[in-house]
C-alpha cells in the first residue's frame, strides 16, 4: 500500500514534469515567433510614424524565456575573435536614392568571424532592398555587428544586419516588401540559401508591412513561413558556415527575447559588387 507521504512526493513530482514539458513547450513557440521580426516591445519608426508594438516580445513570450532553465551547457565558439572595429551608429532620415541598376547582376561578400558567406542579390525582382542593403554596405553600416539571433528549432536561419546587436536597430528608414510572390516561396517555405529580410509586420495589421530597414536573415534549411519577407538573394557559397554556427546551438536572452548564436558571430566586413 502507497503511504500517504509517498503518493504526496509522487503528485509533486509528476506536477514538476508537467511544469518542465509546459516551460519546454513555450520556449520552443517563442523561438519559432521571434525568428525574423526585429525585437522592440514598442518601435518608433523613422519620419515621425507612431510607435507600435510587434509580436516579438509579447508577454507571454518574455514570461517564457525567463521561465526556461539554462542552457546545461555550450558547445565550443567554432569562431575567431572579431576584427578591430566598432559598430556604426549612423542613421538617415529617408531611404536612399535608387541607383541599383536591375538589369545588372549583383553580389556581396560577407566577411565573418566564422568563415566567408557569399550572396547573390536580386535587383530585378528587389530593387529597393537590394538598393538599401548595397547602399548600407557601402557606407559600413554592416561591419563589425553582431548577429543577434539564431533560430534552430522549426525554423532555421539566422539573423544579421543590427549594429546594436539587439534586433531593435534600424537605419533609420523603412523599405517596402517586394518580391512576395516568388515562386521559390513554394508552399510557405523559405528554402535553405534563402536570404531575406526582416521586419515588423505583426501579421494582422496593414499598417506594420513596409518596415523592413536593416536586418536581414540566411536561412540555412528549409523552414516553413509565411511569405510576409522580401527574399532578396541567394547563399551561395558558405552553407557549411551556417551550418558550423547553427550546431553551436543558441542561447534564449530574457532581455531582448532572442536565441542568441553561441558562436561568436559578427561580420568584420560586408561589401557589395555589381557585375
Known amino acids: 500500500m502507497v503511504s500517504r507521504d509517498q503518493r504526496r512526493r509522487q ?9 518542465q514539458e509546459r516551460r519546454s513547450a513555450a520556449q520552443r513557440k517563442t523561438k519559432r515567433r521571434n525568428v525574423v521580426i526585429a525585437s ?31 542552457s546545461p551547457s555550450k558547445a565550443p565558439d567554432p569562431c575567431g575573435k572579431p576584427a578591430k572595429g566598432t559598430p556604426s551608429t549612423k542613421t538617415w532620415k529617408k531611404e536612399p536614392a535608387m541607383s541599383v ?29 537590394v538598393n538599401s542593403f548595397a547602399f548600407l554596405a ?36 523603412t523599405i517596402p516588401d517586394e518580391n512576395l510572390k516568388d515562386p521559390r516561396l513554394k508552399g510557405g517555405v523559405y528554402p535553405a540559401g534563402t536570404v531575406a529580410m526582416a521586419n515588423r509586420y505583426d ?21 516553413k513561413l509565411p511569405p510576409n519577407y522580401t527574399p532578396f538573394g541567394t547563399v551561395t557559397g558558405g552553407m557549411d558556415v551556417l551550418r558550423k554556427i547553427a ?13 542568441a548564436p553561441n558562436a561568436t558571430v559578427v561580420i568584420d566586413r560586408a561589401t557589395v559588387k555589381k557585375s
Open 138 to 173: 557601402g557606407q559600413g553600416y554592416f561591419d563589425h555587428s553582431r548577429c543577434h539571433r539564431l533560430v534552430d528549432q522549426g525554423l532555421y536561419v539566422l539573423q544579421c544586419g543590427d549594429p546594436k546587436g539587439t534586433g531593435q536597430g534600424t537605419p533609420g528608414y
Open 247 to 259: 550546431k553551436a546551438g543558441s542561447t534564449p536572452d530574457p532581455q531582448t527575447g532572442n536565441t
Open 203 to 223: 501579421g494582422q495589421s496593414d499598417k506594420t508591412r513596409d518596415s523592413g530597414g536593416s536586418q536581414f536573415f540566411l536561412v540555412y534549411q528549409d523552414s
Open 101 to 129: 541598376d536591375t538589369a545588372a547582376s549583383y553580389s556581396a561578400k560577407l566577411a565573418t568571424t566564422c568563415g566567408t558567406i557569399e550572396l547573390k542579390l536580386d535587383a530585378g525582382k528587389a530593387p529597393h532592398t
Open 40 to 70: 522592440a516591445v514598442a518601435v518608433t519608426l523613422a519620419a515621425g510614424v507612431t510607435a507600435y508594438a510587434t509580436t516579438a516580445l509579447s508577454g507571454a513570450g518574455q514570461e517564457a524565456d525567463r521561465a526556461a532553465p539554462p
Open 11 to 19: 503528485l509533486a513530482r509528476e506536477k514538476y514534469e508537467r511544469q
